[in-house]
């Protein structure tokens, strides 16, 4: 996969601020999107997820906007919390629910 | 949300030896299972995918031979690390796929000293 071998880059950010961490995806067929989160010696969870008919989607604290032209997702985190700090992965799939994971980012919320 | 519960969450095995993970759903029948493996401050990379009461599909670059899955059951996928050395020290993730969606276990800490 494309995140094979590469370090992940790293968002550190006030408590209170918003946050935004973007993904660029590879594959045009793709058709949904996830964003999972991972804390540190734990599995990824899911946060939210998109299809490819739509370009924004909100949830609680979370919106992810889905740039199909340019194969570009990105999650906002409103007021975000210390406890938000941790890797946050998008996914997408194509047709499957194998999701390929992108490289990654490390969301680092200074109280 | 749909719970899958990996075990063990850490072992630690001296090389040469095998060690055995677990991944179950508990409160859905998953006939497709994944396991991932992921190394410090890297993304997952897809290992295999397992059906139940078939071979696993591995992923190019992964020892099928080494790594052994089993899908007995719809619920039930295990993959074995055989004759492990200090180099699969990683930390390895499964999902089980319900619907369009995986649902991720917690993981598993293997390190082989």
């Known amino acids: 996969g494309e995140s094979v071998g590469l370090h992940l880059p790293t968002l550190s950010v006030q408590e209170g601020d918003n946050s935004i961490i973007n993904c660029a995806y590879s594959?045009?067929?793709?058709?949904?999107f996830i964003w999972y989160k991972q804390e540190s010696g734990k599995g990824p969870q899911f946060i939210i997820d998109i299809r490819s008919n739509m370009d924004k989607r909100q949830g609680q604290r979370v919106t992810v906007l889905l740039n199909k032209t340019v194969k570009h997702l990105s999650l906002q985190i409103a007021a975000t919390q210390p406890g938000d700090s941790a890797v946050y992965f998008c996914?997408?799939?194509?047709?499957?629910?194998?999701?390929?994971f992108g490289r990654g980012t490390s969301l680092i919320v200074h109280p | 949300g749909a719970v899958v519960s990996q075990h063990p969450s850490w072992v630690i095995c001296k090389s040469g030896t095998s060690v055995k993970i677990e991944c179950r759903s508990l409160?859905?029948?998953?006939?497709?299972m994944f396991w991932y493996r992921q190394f410090p401050k890297q993304s997952l990379m897809l290992m295999a995918t397992s059906n139940e009461g078939s071979k696993a599909t591995y992923e190019q670059g992964v020892e099928k031979d080494k790594f052994l899955i089993n899908h007995a059951s719809l619920t039930l996928s295990t993959l074995t690390v055989t004759s492990a050395h200090p180099e699969d020290s990683s930390f390895y993730i499964c999902s089980a796929a319900g619907g369009t969606e995986a649902f991720f276990g917690q993981g598993t800490r293997l390190t082989v000293v």
């Open positions: 996914a997408e799939m194509a047709g499957s629910y194998i999701p390929t």
């Open positions: 594959n045009s067929a793709s058709d949904y």
């Open positions: 409160d859905f029948q998953a006939t497709t």
